[in-house]
């Protein structure tokens, strides 16, 4: 059986089509088979003799023509190792960041699991809507890699930003995604996320803003590199990342416990969880009330401290007691001297790395689908600036791969 890598490349109506004819060449000399799924709008542009003759392979066009599979879109989006869009319109942008499948080319993306990388083409004015704009970051979000167009000669004449970026940029993304697919297979990522909930009595908690979306980026990277994933997570609405190990735990003690169980046999583990540093020392089973003999134990809550659970994993390590060695992470959430205070977490508790973000700032840290951090290493720090947590995510696996 070969082991060629397959890609999917969807071209949508815009007149760069013509451009996705060159692009099947540059793919197939960068080791790669390629098939062709087409929009109605592509073809006015583009015949699909073109792209049968260069890739070998029918293309692909109507929901209900393959007669061999009836249900086309769904056999199509199990076979690519990388699906690209290029040259991808605001329509098809638009439909794709809010699950819209009415042809074979949306429907076969909603179906489709894998890395997606979109190369948008349009009119600047359309590129700069803030509809486009708002449907661009949502897919980044998500870890859709989005290749940026370039400013040039438009084909409406205008000059200005929306041509279609350099196909060898285009191939190098796709070639990118392939690679950063594999390098965590066949290892094991233990991922904190969310906040921890320490009850005070049966209604009330202490807590902190911990959204998870951090956590969940950094679980869905490892996810998408090919590694086996436990995702610990605190209280949060977000929805699970499919196919990674789910293990819900409500007080740091528990998510302490959850932490040392999976990371007996974790390769890396990345401690996201905004954990309470502090628990109160009784918890009532039943509601205090205000106005009884409950108020004293209301207005003095006695707190006692939680243990460190990252402290706790790198101590496990250094005495060997974990199996594999783990390259550990930790993050650091900060208000001031956001640096001095990364290094001194990434000594005392003894990680391998500290992510240091600003949480005083409404625009990154909690709650944001957006952060900006400092990796702070033994060997120095260098900073990542604003993105998307899942763009985030990517940078920091990228640079954590040099440890293990
Ligand atoms: O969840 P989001 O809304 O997406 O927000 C993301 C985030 C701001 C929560 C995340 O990026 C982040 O900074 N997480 C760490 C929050 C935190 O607890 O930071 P800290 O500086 O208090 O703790 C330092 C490290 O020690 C962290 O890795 C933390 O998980 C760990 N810790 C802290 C206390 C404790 N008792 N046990 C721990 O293991």
Excluded: W
Aim: hydrophobic share 45%; with cysteine.
């Amino acid at each position: 059986m070969s082991d060629q890598k397959l890609v999917l490349l969807g071209v949508t109506g815009g007149i760069a089509a013509y451009k996705a004819v060159e692009l099947v060449r540059l793919l197939q000399y960068s080791g790669l088979e390629v098939k062709v799924v087409m929009t109605e709008h592509a073809t006015e542009f583009v015949g699909p003799a073109t792209f049968r003759a260069l890739s070998g392979h029918e293309v692909a066009l109507d929901l209900f023509e393959d007669p061999g599979k009836p249900i086309h879109h769904i056999s199509l989006s199990a076979e690519p190792d990388c699906f690209v869009i290029a040259p991808a319109t605001a329509n098809v942008i638009a439909k794709i960041a809010q699950g819209v499948a009415d042809d074979l080319l949306t429907t076969t993306v909603l179906a489709y699991k894998g890395p997606l990388v979109i190369a948008p083409a349009m009119n600047e004015a359309m590129l700069t809507d803030v509809a486009t704009q708002e449907n661009l970051a949502l897919l980044q979000a998500r870890g859709v890699r989005i290749v940026d167009p370039e400013n040039g000669y438009l084909a409406c004449g205008d000059v200005g930003a929306g041509r279609l970026a350099d196909i060898a940029l285009i191939c190098e993304a796709v070639v990118a995604e392939l690679s950063r697919c594999k390098d965590l297979e066949g290892k094991h990522v233990v991922v904190t996320a969310g906040p921890t909930q320490e009850p005070i009595d049966a209604v009330r908690f202490i807590s902190n803003h911990s959204s998870g979306k951090m956590g969940y980026a950094l679980a869905r990277e490892a996810k998408s590199r090919g590694a086996e994933v436990t995702l610990i997570t605190g209280p949060v609405g977000l929805r699970a990342p499919e196919g990674i190990t789910i293990v819900d735990v409500s007080t740091a003690v528990d998510m302490g416990v959850a932490l040392e169980q999976a990371a007996t046999d974790a390769d890396i583990i990345v401690c996201a969880a905004a954990v309470s540093d502090f628990r109160p020392v009784e918890v009532s089973d039943r509601k205090l009330k205000k106005d009884s003999a409950d108020v004293q134990a209301l207005e003095t809550i006695h707190l006692v401290e939680n243990p460190d659970l990252l402290a706790r994993v790198c101590a496990l390590r250094a005495a060997g007691s974990l199996k594999r060695d783990p390259v550990i992470i930790g993050f650091a959430a900060e208000t001031d001297a956001v640096v001095a205070n990364a290094r001194k977490k990434l000594a005392s508790k003894s990680a391998d790395l500290i992510v240091a973000n600003d949480i005083s700032r409404d625009d990154i840290g909690f709650g944001s689908d957006y952060n900006e951090v400092v990796i702070a290493t033994h060997d120095g720090e260098e900073t990542i600036g604003a993105a998307p947590k899942q763009i985030i995510s990517q940078e920091i696996f990228d640079r954590l791969i040099d440890h293990l």
